[in-house]
Every structure is written in structure tokens, then in C-alpha cells.
């Protein structure tokens, strides 16, 4: 059995192991929709949808009849003794006798039925419980776009610091292959020391850009792995392609989208607020009505003197029945509701302010974001001619050098121009990722 034990224990173990180094191989797409279920913001979020279900019902069912039952068993120690005047039974006046009234012991079992038939809060509870989903719902997908954008720049960086590494690294190489040729060119007598310190410069600035690449790397997958909502311990491997995606990713029609306010989940949200305060507003103005609800009662009862017998077939058990209502009106609050209800109208009218300053600002960012991206755009594709352009100005400066035509001075000056030009046009790649994705957001697509 203690082997068994073990066993059971060490499967258990390895199970837990295996989810924590999960392996994951995705696709930019794939990402996007395994944060949107895995993500655990998103999965709050739909537990919020789910708790706001319940309230509704909640609040539905304090309307509807409600049903309670009691069982109440009595046992006097001592039962509790009473004095009456000794001339009720011919004795004399002045004088009293100690009576006992009822039974030992008692059991009495009752049900009631209570049914609210107007109260105007209650209906003001079911509107707002309708709107409270509402709210949980704009909630999630306001969550669901802010995930969607943050995996997008989360997979771009991984994408960019994976992309960044192999070009560094590669300078790295051609830096290595010069600064040997020079040196052996310098021992020789054929090229100057001061050669040989100018691509040791070089070297090393780009030695520590490499180092600190590496780092970034390991962040940049962490982070993404957060906002998977997967283990850090956990494999995730990258397989769109930096480039690819961002061609996927340049839309000219987006160029001429235009706005539906009513679209964005801001607005639905700021809506939403307004709609809160209108409830509100009416709960304090349904104090003001009068409550009215009504009860029926039922059940029996019975005694025994000294044995308990209430469970036999000869006990004897007394039935009562009670039908009753209520009526509730309030008359004077000494001004407290009037007060209450100006409040609220305050607030409403702050919401209803909220909501145009909400437009105001959409509109605002929503020409902001289509003008980022048309920037990132026209940049990307200014940012890969330069590439070429320094490249070839590399190439040739390279070429010159080899010949003894060009200095070390000018060779490192057209290196550090190619090395801002491919940092650029990484920067401009992840860009049209993070603009195009802001603009989709504020479109609420």
C-alpha cells in the first residue's frame, strides 16, 4: 500500500512538472488566441461575467416568492409558577394560590410564504442587474483588446531582440575578420596602430550591444510568457517571421477608416456609467413610493406533560393558518430623500459630462493612432531603402579600406551608419506592429 502511495505521489509530481515546462510553438495568431483564453486577466474577466449572471438572478429572485420553514422543540427545566387569588376557588380573600400554566414541553412546526407585490427598488434592482452584466461584458472586452495589443508588441519584441542578436552577432564576425587582417597588417609595418584602435572601439561597442541583446532576450520571452498566462518555466517558441508580418501588417485602407463612436468599448463603457447614475437617480426617487407584500402562515402544535410523545401516533397536534399584508408608505424624511435624489441628479449630470469628454478624447486619439501608423508605415519603408543605402555605403568604405584607399576613421564611420540603420529598421518593423494594433483597438477590431 505504501508503494502505491509513493507511486501515486511521484505521478502527481510529474504531471505538475510537465505542466510548468509546458512547450508552446506559435504563430503570431495562434499567441493572440491562447492569451485570450490562458491570460489570467481574461480569465477574471469572464469569472466577473459569470458572478454578474448570478447577481441577476439574485436580485430577480428577492421578488419572487420566498418560502421558510421553522421547527421549535420547548422543554421547561422548571416551569415558571403563577399566583392567583385563593377566592376563585372559595378560599380565602386576600390570600393567592400557586398555579402552573401549560405543559412541560412543546413542539411547534411552521411555514410561511412571503410574496413582494410592489416595491420600486426592486425594479430598479432588475435594471440595474441587466446593467451591471453590461458592464462585466464591456469590461472583458475592453480586457480582450488590451490583451490582443499586448501580445502583439509582446511577440514583436521577442521577434525583434531574436532578430537583433543575428545581426549583431554578425557584425560581431566581420568586425573579428577585420581587426585580425588589420592587426597582422599592422605587425607587418603595412597599416597603422591607430587602425587597430579604431576597430577595437567598434568591437567592443558592439560586443556589449550583443551582451545586453542576450538580455533583453530572456525578458523579452518572460514577458511574453506573463502575457500568455503560461508558466515562466515554460518553452515558447516564436515562429512568424519579423518581416513577414510586418508586410502582413501594413493596411492602407486603414488609412481612410473612419470612427464609430458607439463602437469603441471606451464609449460603451462611459455609456454604461451614464446609464449606473439614471438607475441610481430612480432608486432614490422608488424610496418616495410606498411597499406593499403579503404572507400566508401554516402549522401545528403540540404538548406533552412529562414524557416526550410527539413522536407517537396518539399525540395530538393543534393546526393554525395566518393570511396577512403590508403596506409600507413613507410620509416625512425630514428632506433627507430630496436631498439624496438632487445628489444623484449631480452625478448624472457629471456622467452625462464624462461621456461627451469621452467622445471628445476618442476622436482625439483616434486621429492620433491613424496618423502614428501612417507614419510607421511611410518610416518602415524609409527605414529599408536606408538599410540598403548604408550597406552598400559599408560595402564599398570596406572595399576601400582592403585597398588602403579609405581610413580606419572612415570605415568606422560607415560601420556605426549601417549598425543606427539596422537598429532603425528593426524599431520600424515592431512599430507598424504596435501602431496598426492601436489603431484596431480604438476601432474596437
Given at each position: 500500500?505504501?508503494?502505491?502511495l509513493?507511486?501515486?505521489?511521484?505521478?502527481?509530481?510529474?504531471m505538475?512538472?510537465?505542466?510548468e515546462?509546458?512547450?508552446?510553438?506559435?504563430t503570431?495568431?495562434?499567441?493572440?488566441?491562447?492569451?485570450?483564453?490562458?491570460?489570467?486577466?481574461?480569465?477574471n474577466?469572464?469569472?466577473t461575467?459569470?458572478?454578474?449572471?448570478?447577481?441577476?438572478?439574485?436580485?430577480?429572485?428577492?421578488?419572487?416568492?420566498?418560502?421558510?420553514?421553522?421547527?421549535?422543540?420547548?422543554?421547561?427545566?422548571?416551569?415558571?409558577?403563577?399566583?392567583?387569588?385563593?377566592?376563585f376557588?372559595?378560599?380565602?380573600a386576600?390570600?393567592?394560590e400557586?398555579?402552573?400554566?401549560?405543559?412541560?414541553?412543546?413542539?411547534?412546526?411552521?411555514?410561511?410564504?412571503?410574496?413582494?407585490?410592489?416595491?420600486?427598488?426592486?425594479?430598479?434592482?432588475?435594471?440595474?442587474?441587466?446593467?451591471?452584466?453590461?458592464?462585466?461584458?464591456?469590461?472583458?472586452?475592453?480586457?480582450?483588446l488590451?490583451?490582443?495589443?499586448?501580445?502583439?508588441?509582446?511577440?514583436?519584441?521577442?521577434?525583434?531582440?531574436e532578430?537583433?542578436?543575428?545581426i549583431?552577432?554578425?557584425n560581431?564576425?566581420?568586425?573579428e575578420?577585420?581587426?585580425?587582417?588589420?592587426?597582422?597588417?599592422?605587425?607587418?609595418?603595412?597599416?597603422?596602430?591607430?587602425?587597430?584602435?579604431?576597430?577595437?572601439?567598434t568591437?567592443?561597442?558592439?560586443?556589449?550591444?550583443?551582451?545586453?541583446?542576450?538580455?533583453?532576450?530572456?525578458?523579452?520571452y518572460?514577458?511574453?510568457?506573463?502575457?500568455?498566462?503560461?508558466?515562466?518555466?515554460?518553452?515558447?517558441t516564436?515562429?512568424?517571421?519579423?518581416?513577414?508580418?510586418?508586410?502582413?501588417?501594413?493596411?492602407?485602407?486603414?488609412?481612410?477608416?473612419?470612427?464609430n463612436?458607439?463602437?469603441n468599448?471606451?464609449?460603451?463603457?462611459?455609456?454604461?456609467?451614464?446609464?449606473?447614475?439614471?438607475?441610481?437617480?430612480?432608486?432614490e426617487?422608488s424610496?418616495?413610493?410606498?411597499?406593499?407584500?403579503?404572507?400566508?402562515?401554516?402549522?401545528?402544535?403540540?404538548?406533552?406533560?412529562?414524557e416526550?410523545?410527539?413522536?407517537?401516533?396518539?399525540?395530538?397536534?393543534?393546526?393554525?393558518?395566518?393570511?396577512?399584508?403590508?403596506?409600507n408608505?413613507?410620509?416625512?424624511?425630514?428632506?433627507?430623500r430630496?436631498?439624496?435624489?438632487?445628489?444623484?441628479?449631480?452625478?448624472?449630470?457629471?456622467?452625462?459630462t464624462?461621456?461627451?469628454?469621452?467622445?471628445?478624447?476618442l476622436?482625439?486619439?483616434f486621429?492620433?493612432?491613424?496618423?502614428?501608423?501612417?507614419?510607421?508605415?511611410?518610416?518602415?519603408?524609409?527605414?529599408?531603402?536606408?538599410?540598403?543605402?548604408?550597406?552598400?555605403?559599408?560595402?564599398?568604405?570596406?572595399?576601400?579600406?582592403?585597398?588602403?584607399?579609405?581610413?580606419?576613421?572612415?570605415?568606422?564611420?560607415?560601420?556605426?551608419?549601417?549598425?543606427?540603420?539596422?537598429?532603425?529598421?528593426?524599431?520600424?518593423?515592431l512599430?507598424?506592429?504596435?501602431?496598426?494594433?492601436?489603431?484596431?483597438?480604438?476601432l474596437?477590431?
Amino acid at each position: 500500500m505504501r508503494k502505491l502511495l509513493v507511486l501515486m505521489l511521484l505521478l502527481c509530481v510529474g504531471m505538475l512538472s510537465a505542466q510548468e515546462k509546458e512547450t508552446l510553438n506559435l504563430t503570431l495568431e495562434e499567441a493572440i488566441n491562447y492569451a485570450l483564453d490562458n491570460n489570467r486577466s481574461a480569465i477574471n474577466a469572464q469569472r466577473t461575467i459569470e458572478a454578474a449572471k448570478k447577481q441577476k438572478w439574485e436580485t430577480t429572485a428577492t421578488g419572487l416568492p420566498q418560502i421558510s420553514a421553522s421547527v421549535d422543540y420547548q422543554n421547561y427545566l422548571k416551569q415558571q409558577v403563577s399566583l392567583i387569588p385563593a377566592e376563585f376557588f372559595g378560599g380565602e380573600a386576600g390570600t393567592f394560590e400557586s398555579i402552573t400554566f401549560g405543559t412541560k414541553q412543546s413542539v411547534s412546526a411552521s411555514a410561511t410564504l412571503n410574496q413582494l407585490i410592489f416595491d420600486g427598488s426592486y425594479l430598479v434592482g432588475l435594471q440595474s442587474a441587466k446593467v451591471y452584466l453590461q458592464i462585466s461584458e464591456n469590461a472583458k472586452q475592453k480586457t480582450d483588446l488590451q490583451i490582443r495589443k499586448t501580445v502583439i508588441a509582446s511577440y514583436g519584441n521577442v521577434l525583434l531582440a531574436e532578430e537583433n542578436i543575428a545581426i549583431l552577432k554578425n557584425n560581431k564576425q566581420v568586425l573579428e575578420k577585420n581587426l585580425f587582417e588589420t592587426d597582422q597588417m599592422f605587425k607587418n609595418g603595412l597599416s597603422e596602430e591607430e587602425h587597430v584602435e579604431q576597430l577595437q572601439i567598434t568591437l567592443l561597442q558592439v560586443d556589449i550591444s550583443l551582451k545586453n541583446a542576450l538580455r533583453l532576450k530572456n525578458l523579452a520571452y518572460d514577458m511574453l510568457k506573463v502575457t500568455l498566462g503560461t508558466n515562466i518555466t515554460s518553452t515558447v517558441t516564436v515562429t512568424d517571421d519579423l518581416a513577414t508580418l510586418t508586410q502582413q501588417n501594413i493596411d492602407l485602407e486603414l488609412f481612410e477608416a473612419t470612427l464609430n463612436i458607439e463602437n469603441n468599448i471606451d464609449y460603451k463603457i462611459a455609456k454604461n456609467n451614464e446609464v449606473s447614475q439614471e438607475l441610481l437617480l430612480k432608486l432614490e426617487k422608488s424610496k418616495g413610493l410606498p411597499t406593499l407584500s403579503a404572507f400566508i402562515n401554516g402549522g401545528y402544535q403540540g404538548y406533552a406533560s412529562k414524557e416526550f410523545t410527539f413522536l407517537k401516533s396518539t399525540q395530538d397536534w393543534f393546526g393554525s393558518s395566518l393570511f396577512g399584508v403590508s403596506l409600507n408608505v413613507p410620509i416625512f424624511s425630514s428632506l433627507g430623500r430630496s436631498a439624496a435624489t438632487q445628489r444623484m441628479k449631480i452625478e448624472l449630470d457629471k456622467a452625462k459630462t464624462d461621456l461627451t469628454e469621452t467622445e471628445q478624447q476618442l476622436m482625439l486619439q483616434f486621429e492620433q493612432a491613424k496618423s502614428e501608423y501612417q507614419y510607421s508605415v511611410e518610416f518602415y519603408e524609409s527605414a529599408k531603402q536606408n538599410l540598403k543605402l548604408a550597406e552598400r555605403i559599408e560595402y564599398k568604405n570596406q572595399t576601400k579600406y582592403t585597398e588602403g584607399i579609405a581610413t580606419s576613421f572612415d570605415l568606422r564611420q560607415a560601420q556605426t551608419q549601417l549598425y543606427t540603420a539596422q537598429q532603425e529598421y528593426l524599431q520600424a518593423m515592431l512599430n507598424v506592429l504596435t501602431k496598426k494594433a492601436a489603431l484596431e483597438t480604438i476601432l474596437n477590431n
